[in-house]
């Protein structure tokens, strides 16, 4: 079974757009401060719009391939090269994913359990259910996102009693000043990662409904990155939370009722954990498929797949083992993801959609 359907493709939208704005939303606090949740409302109707204008392109055009939009749209050499950067990009996830789950778990849980050591049993095992057929990971990623969007409700009510909104208030104290700007690009790099499932575009089945579930899931992203920008700023304060590498997870800590029930860390631990490997999962998967482009055959994508996965626990064992250089990757990978996963992509895809507007008038 190798095709899929518009549900399940949701469900890819969801487990690639929600980790990385949640788990270190410093990345861009640190720049917008206070009004940083209105910097993630206009990235995302921004973001919003840019997928919508991508589907709605490939279901006007009929064309769902992505290598065959990007060569139609610049030519098949530069096209290669464009594909090229986005498996480059696909490789920082990778990095990424692995980074921050080892990082966050060993910052703020499992402080005397070195990175090197959680990053064996996130890493490795996985590779059995990369190497399998795409239902595996379809299975894995709605079993996944349901789980954690239950656990995301209950940390919402458990969290609730400790928020004061008023500290989202007032909007643009100091005027529009161009950190704002900043971190609207940084967001809009994060958010970039819902771009990871366009090599999945070219699986999907009867896609008559396929612009319906794509906004259901944007929406359902949009809404979870809202309220949580919005949950760490009325419960620290952007001062405070700016101090924290991952706030979420002191959030969780704050929980306690009658005294002794203290669970909060417990559904953040299933998102975090959950969100990462299925991010991982679904960046791997799309990075074989993309490869699988440029002529390479199951015997060699076997065994690339066992070199980046050795490759990304090498990387994110130096990235990680130190915070500030992986706060350092993290800025970095927002500008990367910006440019890769959105810029190039609407370059792409505009241009294919002019062309193929032309063709037809002719």
């Known amino acids: 079974m190798d095709k899929i359907n518009t549900k399940h493709f949701a469900f890819l939208l969801l487990a690639t757009g929600i980790v990385s704005l949640k788990t270190y939303p410093g990345v861009f606090m640190r720049d917008a401060g206070r009004d940083s949740w209105i910097a993630v409302t206009v990235a995302s109707v921004l973001i919003f719009a840019f997928y919508i204008f991508i589907i709605s392109t490939c279901k006007k055009t009929e064309v769902y391939n992505m290598r065959e939009i990007y060569e139609k749209a ?16 696909l490789f920082a996830t990778l990095i990424e994913c692995v980074s921050a789950e080892a990082n966050s778990m060993h910052t703020n849980m499992l402080l005397e359990t070195p990175t090197w050591y959680l990053m064996i049993f996130f890493v490795f095992p996985i590779i059995y259910t990369i190497r399998k057929e795409i239902v595996s990971i379809i299975t894995v990623t709605v079993i996944g996102i349901i789980l954690i969007m239950m656990a995301g409700i209950n940390l919402g009510i458990l969290t609730a009693r400790y928020k004061d909104w008023s500290l989202l208030f007032p909007i643009f104290k100091d005027g529009l000043k161009f950190n704002f700007f900043v971190a609207l690009a940084k967001i809009l790099g994060l958010y970039g990662s819902v771009s990871i499932t366009l090599p999945y575009l070219i699986r999907v089945r009867n896609r008559k409904s396929i612009i319906k579930h794509v906004i259901i899931a944007l929406l359902i992203i949009i809404q979870m990155e809202i309220v949580s920008t919005t949950g760490v700023i009325t419960t620290f304060g952007t001062v405070l939370a700016n101090t924290m590498p991952y706030p979420k997870l002191i959030q969780t800590q704050q929980v306690s009722y009658f005294r002794f029930l203290e669970f909060g860390e417990l559904y953040v631990m299933l998102q975090i954990l959950g969100g990462w490997m299925l991010k991982y999962l679904i960046s791997f998967y799309a990075m074989l498929s993309l490869l699988k482009g440029f002529g390479l055959k199951r015997k060699h994508l076997i065994w690339i797949t066992y070199i980046v ?24 990978y927002s500008y990367l993801s910006l440019f890769n996963f959105i810029i190039i992509p609407l370059i792409m895809f505009t241009i294919f959609a002019l062309k193929q507007s032309s063709s037809t008038q002719n």
């Open 309 to 332: 996965s050795l490759a990304a626990y090498i990387s994110s064992y130096f990235i990680a083992d130190n915070l500030f250089r992986l706060f350092t990757f993290f800025n970095i």
């Open 74 to 89: 610049v030519g098949k050499r530069l096209g290669d090269i464009f594909i090229a950067l986005f498996i480059v990009n």
